[in-house]
């Protein structure tokens, strides 16, 4: 069992900074996927990025690709999307989620979800 606490969101200018951090509860946090997805109003939710338990294998959707960086720090239990160059598209709820296995862009195959945390970037 693996509980998520996102944080970090809030309201940005476009091309600004922001990290979020993903808290895990749970002993066997370093054997899960780690992965963040986004759901804008009206749109359906999806991926943005997954780190694997080694931290070494990453994939990002096309649209944030070079502006974001998803990593983990396992002594801490935690996630990080540090997301640059922000747009007003990338406004949305943002969710952590953990799987067991491989890594996936499908949200389905995602066992854990944290309760999300809201990004708004002004133009």
């Known amino acids: 069992q693996v509980q998520l606490v996102e944080s970090g969101g809030g309201l940005v200018q476009a091309g600004g900074s922001l990290r979020l951090p993903c808290a895990a509860s749970?002993?066997?946090?370093?054997?899960?996927?780690m992965g963040w997805f986004r759901q804008a109003p009206g749109k359906e939710r999806e991926f943005v990025a997954f780190?694997?338990?080694?931290?070494?294998?990453?994939a990002y959707a096309d649209s944030v690709k070079g502006r974001f960086t998803i990593s983990r720090d396992d002594a801490k239990n935690t996630v990080y999307l540090r997301m640059s160059s922000l747009k007003p598209e990338d406004t949305a709820v943002y969710y952590c989620?953990?799987?067991?296995?491989?890594?996936?862009?499908?949200?389905?195959?995602?066992?854990?979800w944290g309760q999300g945390t809201q990004v708004t970037v002004s133009s």
């Open positions: 780190v694997n338990w080694s931290g070494v294998s990453t």
């Open positions: 749970g002993r066997t946090f370093k054997t899960y996927i």
């Open positions: 989620a953990a799987k067991s296995g491989y890594g996936s862009s499908y949200s389905y195959e995602y066992n854990y």
